[in-house]
Each structure stands twice: as structure tokens, then as C-alpha cells.
């Protein structure tokens, strides 16, 4: 199945994929990738993995700090690697994305499986000739993508919208969302409004007049659709 992009112009707006077959197609569908062309927001159905997300490295003048995110293997981490040849590993924890703010790093780590949802936000700095963390945020719920606009951080989790500034969560604009098994993918703000899109759509959130809207992009699946466990399924 090839990529397919669908122009703003041509979304149309539908009921969120909360439950039965249409929340199935939504999770068994592609990963929207959102862009900007020609002043116009572009949402692609991306067939090809498109992991990782964010760029699980980052660079400072006296080496490389590494995340790695194994997902349900509970085997993530973040590593420092010197330029002089010293390793070691700083947090034991599923990464999930670096950002920095006014010249500090911060690190986002998260897991979402079998019931669990969990995430937070650590602060990396220098102490003792090594470089620590600290824990300054919970949040509640894995991260899955986020973007900076300005000196404020917007994190999608699984259960919604959060803003972070001064090391703190200023604004929460989705609370219960419920659309951590579609998979948040990609995030951008456009005029006065945040796109998020994810498996099966994209999701508008208004922050002057703060308002949610879904637009609907499913895929059908003939494979799925045949078999007598969907057919079984509420509408």
C-alpha cells in the first residue's frame, strides 16, 4: 500500500474511534504524518515504520547522551557517551524523546502496555563530575509526541494535551482523550490551532476557543472486515 496525502481541504470531520469497529480499523490503520505546504496542513497515511519519532540522541560539547526505547521489553535506558571513550548509563527508564529549554536538557520517558500508562519528565545536569537526573514532572500518562513553541513544551500522552513551562505543568488542554492505542504520531501548530494526527485521523485542538476536532481518515481493511471477530463487534 502506497503513502497517500489528503489536503486540509479535503478532511472531513467525523466521531472519534472510541470503541467497536471503528476504533479496531483506526488501530490496525496507518500512521498519519502531518506537514505544511504551501500554507496548507498536509496529512499523509505513511505505510513504512516510522520509528523513532524523535531523534534518540543528543549532542553537547563533551559527548552524546542516548536514549533507547524498547517499548513493552522494559529495557529502555539513557546512556552518556564522552568524547573521551567514558560510558555509563544515567536513568533506567523507556525513553521517549530529548528537549531543551534556556540551555537545560530534559528527557521524557514513558511506557504504555498491559494496563500500564505512565510517563515523566526528568531534568539531566552536571554534579559530582557526572551527569544525573531528576524527576520534576508526572505525567501521568506515556508521551508519545510533542513540539516546543516558544519557552512552553506541548506533550501528547495517551490520555491527552499538556503544556509545560517552568519546569511545570501549566495547562492541561485534553485530560481524557483515550487515544493511546491509535498511537499519537505527529504534531504541529498551525494558525491558532495544535494538529495532532494519529492512526485513523487528526485531531484539531482550537486554543483560542479551546475545542476539539476530529477529522476522519480510516482506512477500510478487507482482511479485517471478513473475519467473524469484527463482524461480531458494535458499530
Not at 520509528?51 to 526505547?69: A, K, N, W
Not at 500518562?141 to 495517551?158: A, K, L
Not at 513551562?165 to 504534531?187: F, M, N, Q, T
Amino acid at each position: 500500500m502506497e503513502n497517500l496525502s489528503v489536503s486540509y481541504k479535503d478532511w472531513k470531520t467525523g466521531i472519534f474511534p472510541l470503541t467497536g469497529k471503528r476504533l479496531t480499523l483506526a488501530n490496525h490503520g496507518r500512521n498519519i504524518l502531518l506537514s505544511v505546504c504551501n500554507n496548507e496542513i498536509i496529512a499523509t497515511k505513511v505505510t513504512e515504520p516510522l520509528d523513532p519519532i524523535y531523534p534518540d540522541e543528543l549532542r553537547i560539547d563533551s559527548g552524546v547522551f542516548r536514549g533507547v526505547d524498547d517499548g513493552e521489553f522494559y529495557f529502555g535506558e539513557i546512556v552518556f557517551y564522552s568524547d573521551s571513550g567514558e560510558e555509563y548509563q544515567i536513568l533506567d527508564e523507556n525513553f521517549r524523546g530529548f528537549y531543551t529549554v534556556n540551555n537545560k536538557i530534559y528527557v521524557l520517558t514513558g511506557l504504555a502496555h498491559m494496563g500500564s500508562d505512565e510517563g515523566c519528565v526528568y531534568l539531566i545536569f552536571y554534579q559530582n563530575d557526572k551527569w544525573v537526573v531528576k524527576k520534576i514532572i508526572n505525567l501521568k500518562s506515556c508521551p508519545n509526541v510533542f513540539m516546543q513553541h516558544n519557552d512552553e513544551t506541548y506533550i501528547v500522552t495517551g490520555k491527552g494535551i499538556v503544556i509545560i513551562k517552568d519546569e511545570k505543568i501549566v495547562d492541561e488542554l485534553i485530560s481524557d482523550a483515550g487515544w493511546g492505542c491509535l498511537y499519537p504520531h505527529s504534531i504541529l501548530m498551525f494558525n491558532d490551532s495544535l494538529f495532532v494526527g494519529m492512526r485513523g485521523g487528526v485531531y484539531e485542538f482550537n486554543l483560542k476557543v479551546r475545542t476539539g476536532t476530529w477529522y476522519d481518515l480510516l482506512d477500510s481493511n478487507p482482511g479485517l472486515e471478513s473475519t467473524e471477530w469484527f463482524k461480531n463487534l458494535d458499530d
